[in-house]
C-alpha cells in the first residue's frame, strides 16, 4: 500500500450537508399545533406553515455562509425527535455564528 493511500484513508471524514435538507413542514406543523391550544387549529397550522416556508427560503440563500460542521450538526439535531423545523435548524445556525 502506498503512503498516499495511507494518508487519504487515514483522514477524518465528515458529511457535508451541500444543501438545506427536506423536511415535511405539513406533518410537523401539524404536530405542533396538536399540542399546543390557542388560536383555532387551521389558523395556527397556516401560520406555522408560512413561518416554515419563510425559514427555509432563508436558509436556501445563507446556506452556504455558514460553516460546514454547523450545517452538519444542526441538521442531525433536527432528525432528532421526529419534528424537524426550518425554523429551528435557522436559530441553530445562527446560535453558532454568535459563539463564534
Not at 396538536?34 to 416556508?53: P, R
Not at 425527535?81 to 445562527?94: A, D, I, K, N, R
Amino acid at each position: 500500500m502506498s503512503v498516499s493511500m495511507i494518508v487519504l484513508g487515514s483522514q477524518l471524514v465528515m458529511p457535508v450537508a451541500d444543501g438545506v435538507p427536506k423536511f415535511d413542514i405539513a406533518r410537523s406543523c401539524k404536530l405542533d399545533v396538536a399540542a399546543t391550544a390557542g388560536l383555532s387549529d387551521e389558523q395556527s397550522l397556516k401560520s406555522c406553515i408560512n413561518d416554515e416556508k419563510k425559514a427555509r427560503q432563508q436558509l436556501g440563500s445563507q446556506w452556504s455562509k455558514f460553516p460546514a460542521p454547523s450545517r452538519v450538526s444542526c441538521t442531525s439535531q433536527e432528525s432528532i425527535g421526529g419534528t424537524p423545523s426550518y425554523v429551528s435548524l435557522q436559530t441553530c445556525l445562527q446560535m453558532g455564528q454568535w459563539a463564534r
